[in-house]
């Protein structure tokens, strides 16, 4: 079946820019979450959904970053004013519920790679 | 909140080779510890995970190790083949979000 779908791949913007980045998840897949991952690190949390809510986004660095899931589906991240130090890449992941610990796998998807020159 | 450290940052073995990576966490709370491998250009993949009320799990030529008392955990990699070569990341989790260790390139030697 198919995995996490991240569109697009690439962006590359101009600093000040607005950005959008689209998530979409593995089909039934109730909760949904962003990391941002900087080169040669690990993948360090943004935001996650619960359904159509966010039910933790304290991972978010600024009022810059938004993120929404009208539909409880699929998930856009928006920036707003871009900086330069914004520039990584972004992954997406689902998994079946939000209790890691009880129902395990996080699936993720290839990323969005963002660059703001 | 939670921080995971990751030991070596870089291995390089021979093919046929074991590889160790450890990782120790700072929150005692913490019950979920999934191990990711990550191929270039690629999104992290789960190659093997233990919970807290379990000391050691095997899946062919991976395991991992858990210490709670010490709060360390370990991947084991038994016979390393070239093709497991990549970043390998820990984390760890007390309930719905995981907090990743920096990673650790593993280069497997033909």
């Known amino acids: 079946g198919a995995g996490v779908s991240q569109t697009p791949s690439n962006k590359v913007t101009e600093k000040g820019k607005y950005v959008e980045l689209r998530c979409d998840p593995i089909?039934?897949?109730?909760?949904l979450y962003w990391y941002r991952q900087s080169l040669g690190q690990g993948p360090e949390f943004l935001i996650y959904?619960?359904?159509?809510?966010?039910?933790?986004d304290s991972g978010l660095p600024n009022d810059r970053f938004f993120a929404v899931r009208p539909e409880g589906s699929v998930s856009t991240l928006k920036i707003q004013r871009t900086e330069r130090g914004d520039s990584a890449v972004y992954l997406c992941?689902?998994?079946?519920?939000?209790?890691?610990?009880?129902?395990?796998?996080?699936?993720f998807g290839e990323g969005s790679r963002l660059t703001v020159l | 909140g939670e921080n995971v450290e990751q030991h070596p940052s870089t291995l390089s073995v021979q093919e046929g080779d074991s590889a160790v990576i450890k990782c120790t966490y700072s929150d005692s709370a913490s019950n979920y510890f999934p191990w990711y491998k990550q191929e270039l250009g690629k999104g992290p993949q789960l190659i093997i995970d233990i919970r807290s009320n379990v000391g050691e799990k095997k899946d062919q030529r991976i395991a991992v190790t858990l210490n709670k008392t010490a709060k360390h955990f370990s991947l084991h990699i038994t016979e390393t083949q070239p093709e497991d070569s990549a970043v390998y990341f820990c984390?760890?989790?007390?309930?719905?979000?995981?907090?990743f260790g920096k990673g650790t390139m593993l280069l497997v030697s033909p």
């Open positions: 992941a689902s998994s079946l519920t939000a209790g890691l610990s009880n129902t395990g796998e996080l699936f």
């Open positions: 089909s039934g897949h109730t909760a």
């Open positions: 984390a760890a989790s007390l309930y719905s979000t995981l907090t």
């Open positions: 959904f619960q359904g159509t809510g966010a039910a933790d």
